[in-house]
């Protein structure tokens, strides 16, 4: 991890989150109070839900980063899975918001004003969000963290959305269709209801101990077949029953490993510490447990007697 990697940390991504929020949410309330432009309102209430959702995330990244204790020996890094809902929670209920906002306003349109000053202050809104997005992906990449994920997509649908308020009432300063307005204001709201939706259900196949992903698991392959192919010992050694699962920023594999019954416990036991720290360097943050098993022995799951 480099010197960037290791100061643009997740919980300081996070309290930037908060501070941009806080700096967009003034430009564009004050850009909807000179306007009156319901699409800059529902635009100034989707950046609340960035300011809600960066605050939960920051606390969520700090409980994920606690080593294990007693009570969580696989450590705390689900935590951001809840962070990742949350916010798709809130996205879901500030586009609702919007759309009850914008149907009154269809059927009773306000004629905007001060359209110049509107329109840069949620330009420069938007400039800060897409910013620190562009920032919070990279870092999310480098620390596999599924809140800054999360918190970056959702400044991304806060740009787009910034993008189509803008062009909207530019549509409706030029062409004089009020109604336009609030048409705008329901894009908005459906565009972030499918992004709401989005990271919910990724919050949710996170909890659910979902597999690593292929390029990850194609590694761990590719690991495993080095050590099965090694010279004198292509026939001797095997793996079966691999099975993968992600939390957070960890990932686990669980396997078992086959060979000689002739060999003795300390033999067995050094290859299957070279095969774990070379997963391990191989993947960065997983966790291998291997099962040592002799060659004809077959382990057996989903007994009958399991299932009842």
């Not at 951001?80 to 009154?104: R, V």
Request: no cysteine; hydrophobic share 50%.
């Amino acid at each position: 991890m480099n010197i960037a990697s290791r100061f643009l940390t997740p919980q300081r991504l996070l309290m930037a989150s908060v501070v941009v929020a806080v700096i967009t949410i003034t430009l564009k309330t004050l850009a909807w109070v000179i306007t009156d432009s319901v699409g800059l309102l529902s635009d100034a209430m989707e950046s609340l839900v960035n300011l809600a959702s960066a605050i939960f995330g920051l606390v969520m990244v700090t409980i994920a980063a606690r080593p294990a204790d007693e009570d969580h020996p696989y450590g705390h890094h689900k935590a951001e899975y809840f962070s990742s809902g949350f916010e798709g929670i809130l996205i879901i209920a500030a586009a609702l918001g919007i759309i009850w906002t914008a149907g009154h306003r269809l059927f009773d349109p306000q004629p905007i004003e001060q359209v110049g000053w509107g329109l840069a202050l949620s330009v420069a809104s938007s400039a800060l969000n897409g910013l620190l997005a562009w920032v919070m992906f990279g870092a999310a990449k480098q620390h596999r963290s599924i809140a800054l994920e999360a918190d970056a997509k959702h400044l991304v649908t806060d740009v787009w959305t910034s993008v189509g308020v803008v062009i909207g009432i530019a549509m409706v300063h030029f062409t004089g269709w009020l109604w336009l307005d609030a048409i705008v204001a329901m894009g908005v709201a459906a565009n972030i209801l499918k992004e709401g939706f989005h990271l919910m259900w990724r919050s949710s196949q996170g909890l659910m101990d979902e597999a690593v992903e292929p390029d990850v698991m194609a590694t761990i392959q590719q690991t495993l077949d080095g050590f099965a192919s090694q010279s004198n010992e292509v026939s001797i050694i095997r793996f079966d029953h691999v099975s993968t699962r992600k939390a957070g920023q960890r990932r686990f594999v669980d396997m078992h490993m086959h060979m000689p019954a002739s060999w003795s416990l300390g033999r067995a036991a050094a290859v299957r510490a070279s095969v774990e720290q070379a997963l391990m360097s191989a993947v960065p943050g997983l966790r291998a447990s291997i099962q040592l098993l002799p060659s004809d022995v077959e382990a057996h799951f989903d007994d009958p007697k399991d299932l009842i």
